[in-house]
């Protein structure tokens, strides 16, 4: 496609694909996953869940609706938010053991990430580890198709249950990174907002960000015809750059984050809100599930890798403990006033998606548009004010930017070439808002 920011480039990509999940929304739809499941032909699974949501009314519906249809289940609980190769590892002995015909995950990414991992690792064997780039890990190609899996999102901000990738904390590295392959799509995806009901507002705060920030990054990631072009269509990453598709999806998950984050937040009773919200996070994670992200994620990994004695209220995890759309979203404005200087028009209407004041605005001042309205809404959810709100000052930049220094494929992705000295100066600038 040869128009605007997608022209063509010499040894560029000239073609996308886009794939997903089958994809149910609605609420009252999670009471389905047992006649899907009969569809699919599953007569055992192995579910999927955390130990909070095990007891609790969610993963109820899912118990009657599976025991209506006859399908026997296993439970697997034992995930804690940011689940770690350790989590994946005993996940997959416990599939193996069980032989299951498919999985059902009913969960945040947490769970969702962890199903995917163990089912690789069940099916194709070796260590988790050993699917991650080099020179974290040996960079194994996931051979082939894992176990069908249905994936059912409880929070409204992962996408994970419509995209190929898995994200896991490596122990003795203790930083997440990512595996990615088409193969760890889900068969299906169901997604039910009536799940986030109960849902706290600094929760919706955080998995909101989330969801905007995989939005903004698709919108203003390299055009994948910036992307060298892969000869062997199989071998071919779904994270492949910003593409026509993709745009399209983050476009309107921006529009639903700029008109409903704010209510969300503040009122748990605001249905309307909460279900745009919830439809806002699943277009958010087709989007980059066909694109990828880039600085804000990347950039989240050093945060969460070098953070000390921080927790957040609202979730039961010791310390140290942020939330990952916090962890992404405190260096977001920084990052964005960054890469505007490559595509200003992008930024702009991104700024505008998000319902920012662009009138009159120049490309020249596309980063400080956005910067400001990504601001405004950090303070008006309550989020803490930049790398000084969760512990960090300046004597940190620089392990910061080392550290995520290593997100090699999330920073390439990004519209703007970036080295170290740039990810220190983007960390500065995300020290403190206001
Ligand atoms: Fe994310």
Same mark, same amino acid.
Request: proline share 5%.
């Given at each position: 496609m040869g128009c605007q920011y997608f022209e063509p480039t010499d040894n560029g990509a000239n073609s996308f694909t886009v794939a997903?999940?089958?994809?149910?929304?609605?609420?009252?739809?999670?009471?389905?996953? &047992?006649?899907?499941?009969?569809?699919? &032909?599953?007569?055992?699974?192995?579910?999927?869940?955390?130990?909070?949501?095990?007891?609790?009314?969610?993963?109820?519906?899912?118990?009657?609706?599976? @025991?209506?249809?006859?399908?026997?289940?296993?439970?697997?609980?034992?995930?804690?938010?940011e689940p770690d190769d350790d989590c994946v590892m005993q996940a997959a002995a416990m599939l193996k053991?069980?032989?299951?015909?498919?999985?059902?995950?009913?969960?945040?990414?947490?769970?969702?990430?962890?199903?995917?991992?163990?089912?690789?690792?069940?099916?194709?064997?070796?260590?988790?580890?050993?699917?991650?780039?080099?020179?974290?890990?040996?960079?194994?190609?996931?051979?082939?198709?894992?176990?069908?899996?249905?994936?059912?999102?409880?929070?409204?901000?992962?996408?994970?249950?419509?995209?190929?990738?898995?994200?896991?904390?490596?122990?003795?590295?203790?930083?997440?990174?990512?595996?990615?392959s088409p193969h760890l799509l889900a068969t299906q995806a169901i997604v039910d907002p009536q799940c986030c009901d109960t849902l706290p507002g600094n929760v919706v705060a955080s998995t909101g960000f989330d969801l905007l920030c995989h939005a903004l990054e698709c919108y203003t990631a390299k055009a994948y015809t910036r992307h060298l072009e892969i000869k062997d269509p199989n071998a071919r990453q779904l994270i492949q750059g910003a593409n026509p598709f993709s745009d399209l999806s983050a476009q309107k998950a921006l529009e639903i984050a700029g008109?409903?984050?704010?209510?969300?937040?503040?009122?748990?009773?605001?249905?309307?809100?909460?279900?745009?919200?919830?439809?806002?996070? @699943?277009?958010?994670?087709?989007a980059f599930g066909n694109s990828g992200t880039h600085l804000p994620h990347a950039m989240s990994y050093g945060i969460t890798h070098l953070m000390k004695d921080i927790t957040t209220d609202g979730y039961q995890v010791s310390s140290p403990f942020i939330p990952h759309g916090i962890s992404v979203i405190i260096s977001a404005p920084s990052i964005f006033k960054h890469t505007a200087e490559a595509t200003p028009d992008r930024h702009l209407e991104g700024a505008n998606f998000l319902n920012a004041d662009t009138k009159g605005a120049t490309k020249d001042e596309a980063g400080e548009v956005l910067h400001k309205r990504l601001v405004e809404l950090m303070r008006d959810t309550?989020?803490?004010?930049?790398?000084?709100?969760?512990?960090?000052?300046?004597?940190h930049v620089n392990a910061l930017a080392e550290s995520s220094f290593r997100q090699q494929r999330a920073i390439a992705n990004a519209p703007r070439d970036s080295n170290l000295v740039d990810l220190e100066n983007m960390y500065s600038g995300a020290l403190k808002y206001w």
């Open positions: 997903m999940p089958k994809l149910t929304f609605g609420r009252g739809s999670l009471a389905e996953v &047992g006649e899907r499941a009969n569809a699919i &032909g599953f007569k055992k699974v192995v579910l999927f869940t955390d130990p909070i949501l095990e007891s609790g009314p969610i993963v109820e519906i899912v118990r009657k609706s599976l @025991t209506q249809q006859n399908i026997q289940f296993s439970i697997f609980s034992a995930i804690r938010i053991d069980a032989d299951p015909d498919g999985v059902i995950s009913v969960g945040g990414g947490s769970v969702i990430d962890t199903a995917k991992g163990a089912l690789l690792v069940a099916q194709h064997g070796g260590h988790i580890r050993d699917y991650f780039a080099a020179p974290i890990g040996n960079s194994k190609p996931v051979p082939g198709p894992v176990l069908p899996h249905i994936a059912c999102a409880t929070t409204s901000g992962t996408g994970s249950e419509c995209t190929s990738i898995t994200v896991i904390r490596l122990n003795d590295l203790d930083t997440k990174f990512v595996v990615a008109k409903y984050l704010v209510r969300g937040v503040a009122d748990n009773t605001d249905k309307e809100a909460r279900d745009n919200l919830m439809w806002g996070a @699943t277009l958010a994670g087709i309550h989020i803490p004010n930049g790398l000084s709100g969760v512990g960090f000052d300046h004597s």
